[in-house]
């Protein structure tokens, strides 16, 4: 077992539980749903990431000593509520979208039933997972397609917090980037991780030349060279002199990169580098990247707008009671009534319904109760959404750790081949297919 | 000791390592500088967060059998170098600016001095923590501002990164934020929580009036309720029939915030409720709440525009290496060449002069090499913003845990007093004081 994870929560949420329980309402069984009513950035799809990461932080999702501590010292709770959660496990089943799943507004992304008391309480921390992972996911996988077959890799552990970094780079590499320079993801997450050498390195020697043979001597000339702290032209110039025509590559972090692209490419061609690949790393986002698809560049390196979201940090999920048992043990769909029309009551079932193997809508069957929802045996080519994530508290394992990366980096690769060609335009606009709901409510 | 901080790292700061233990250049002293070229979001002012912290995941920063196992496994270095990394412990110093601390372009943040060896490995690390807590603590300085005296809670955890959201309620602390809803926080920094309840807390009742009653048995009617699930007008009514007059607050989560807290305001005071306060929760920022200076609101809760920096959530801070000694041991300044001005050469002291206790320029006090730094002494008025942080690789433990973050926050509000008044501005503009370099290399 991991650190605990039990405080990762907002306060309200451990104070509804200590009131649900003195007015018997925290037994009461309930559909919690997980989902965004947009999509971040006005944009035509949305991609899932951070479901396996939740669902081993809720394997860790235990209230110990410490933290039972705090909670009692500063009156948070209760003494009967502290007793509740020094037993805390979830014994609840959650479904949902696999990880990398394309999502639109209102797909149900998690499901989560349980007590009350029990599903309440885990509110912040799927949100955190969710909204972080899916924002960075999303801005990746617009990255990936402006990319092409150009390798692509994450680099912007530096401009996000030290945590975060890894998630992000774990994020960016199912939606579709190739490596990132972080270790921790390569570790933790079986990540390829990539990066030869910052300017502090040629700073550090007496002469460009100096540090060109020592990064040489070490990795080979297979390596990358960075040829812009002094003169580019003449840095291009001494990587050739020195490594020869075998070098790997030159990496460019700063200019105007169609420019200088252009310029180095000519450079090593005439000095007879012509496999000499060109890595470009400066300031780039998806705009950038898509308009150097004409540019002799072999490979993009991306920091600060991957791992910040590309302008939409955070994908601005919600997670809502949407079903529970009334006083007579039947079931009833809530929702707020003050709300926009995205929030829903009712427990949904979704289905991607296709067309020849493209997208037409993103099906959503709704219910006030539990009862099996067929619906979507109506669209012969509906594509079920949801998968059992927990089952009565055990956690499906196959979602996490580097086997849980590898699968959803799969399935999100098949799960893009299905977007219509209006959903690859980079600019701002509607979902690339609409949400359709069905009530499946019996009549009576 | 906690969980190892040293893959936070990106990998070409081990692959420079490996390359200079071999050509010998790994032994060099260096000085390296983490600094911001421009303030984010063109923002009048900036605050440095995260030092702290940093400090305490620097003692983590160690090579355990985990680490070295992957490193050797992935060949990310060689035997040599897994061998160094293996006895690996910072022994150098950081000098930098208190945290909570104002900041402008080109303020010398950190300045971290040791082996290039030791000291080119934190780069990934201290950006990290300082471009994420910077960026948080820079925008919520301003919504502090912009409160006035009415408290000011931090709420933002599920829309930022698990870990990231417990660093962002401490920045915002520090930068003025009077409570977090984010229960770690509380837990490992001291910081005061809050909150009460979620709009499932009145659907998981029958009726509204059945939540409001539960919620003030368990919490007495000193509580803040939520009145906006359904109809706000309903809402209060029910609140006050159910509380009575001396209910302590209600919470408006929705609408048109300036309309909907006069008519809430008119209500209460209709119905005898003078006392009981308004808390407004709905998607605020510096703007928004500046908005609300004229309307009868008594406490803001920020959520997503704090934990995302507003629009701007990384500092953009970089790692350089500005100063090391050369093959003779001689120290020689040092920059990458095609860099715009903000990359300065040397190394650097800080002072900031002040007029009459207002600031009126951030002085740079650049120099090739080690020799004290007496320049600001032709500055009476010149407060000095470096204070040694680590010395000889001892962490001064001042700075961590709950005691530094009261003392930053402390110290950001002394800080503040000396802004001058076109620094309170909103607007997006120039930095309020210049940044002034003096030369003070000696001639020869």
Redesign the interface.
């Known amino acids: 077992m991991g650190?605990s994870?039990a405080?990762?929560?907002?306060?309200?949420?451990?104070?509804?539980l200590?009131?649900?329980l003195?007015?018997g309402?925290a037994h009461?069984r309930?559909v919690?749903e997980l989902f965004g009513r947009r999509l971040p950035g006005a944009r035509r799809f949305g991609v899932v990431a951070g479901t396996g990461r939740l669902l081993s932080?809720l394997r860790d999702f235990r209230f110990g000593d410490?933290?039972l501590r705090?909670?009692r010292d500063?009156r948070?709770v209760d003494a009967a509520t502290l007793a509740f959660l020094a037993d805390y496990r979830f014994t609840g089943s959650v479904s949902g979208y696999r990880e990398g799943e394309l999502y639109f507004p209102g797909s149900p992304l998690l499901t989560i039933e349980g007590t009350?008391a029990e599903a309440?309480v885990l509110?912040?921390?799927a949100?955190?997972?969710l909204?972080?992972?899916s924002a960075v996911a999303t801005a990746a996988a617009r990255m990936s397609l402006a990319a092409g077959d150009r390798p692509l890799a994450e680099?912007g552990?530096?401009?996000?917090?030290?945590?975060?970094?890894?998630?992000a780079a774990r994020a960016a590499y199912i939606a579709g980037f190739g490596a990132t320079?972080?270790?921790?993801a390569?570790?933790r997450w079986g990540i390829p991780?990539?990066?030869?050498?910052?300017?502090?390195?040629t700073?550090?020697?007496?002469t460009e030349e100096?540090a060109f043979r020592?990064?040489i001597?070490?990795?080979g000339t297979g390596t990358t060279l960075l040829v812009?702290?002094?003169?580019?032209r003449t840095g291009v110039e001494t990587a050739i002199r020195v490594a020869g025509t075998a070098l790997g590559g030159v990496r460019i972090d700063?200019?105007d990169l169609p420019t200088v692209a252009a310029q180095v490419r000519e450079q090593l061609d005439e000095l007879g580098a012509t496999g000499t690949r060109i890595t470009v790393t400066s300031d780039l986002d998806e705009y950038a990247i898509a308009a150097l698809a004409a540019s002799p560049v072999d490979a993009y390196g991306v920091g600060?707008s991957v791992?910040?979201?590309s302008g939409t940090?955070?994908a601005?999920m919600v997670?809502?009671?949407v079903a529970?048992q009334?006083?007579g043990g039947g079931w009833v769909g809530?929702?707020?009534?003050?709300?926009d029309k995205g929030s829903k009551g009712g427990r949904k079932s979704a289905f991607r319904t296709l067309d020849a193997g493209t997208a037409t809508s993103e099906l959503i069957v709704v219910s006030d109760g539990f009862e099996e929802l067929e619906a979507a045996s109506s669209h012969p080519d509906a594509r079920p959404l949801q998968v059992p994530l927990v089952i009565d508290g055990e956690v499906d394992a196959a979602h996490e750790g580097p086997d849980g990366v590898k699968a959803a980096r799969a399935h999100h690769e098949r799960a893009r081949e299905e977007l219509p060609v209006r959903a690859l335009a980079l600019s701002r606009s509607d979902p690339a297919i609409p949400t359709v709901y069905v009530d499946a409510t019996p009549a009576g």
């Open positions: 650190e994870t405080l990762l929560t907002d306060r309200y949420e451990l104070t509804m200590d009131a649900a003195r007015d309402t009461r309930c919690f932080l410490d933290e705090f909670l500063e948070v009350f309440v509110e912040t921390l949100l955190s997972v909204n972080h992972d680099m552990s530096r401009r996000a917090g030290e945590s975060s970094a890894v998630a320079s972080n270790l921790e390569g570790r991780t990539m990066g030869t050498a910052a300017h502090s390195w700073l550090l020697h007496d100096d020592a990064q001597a070490a990795l812009d702290t002094y003169d580019i700063s200019g600060t791992v910040t979201g940090p955070t601005g997670y809502k009671l529970r009334d006083s809530v929702a707020k009534a003050s709300t």
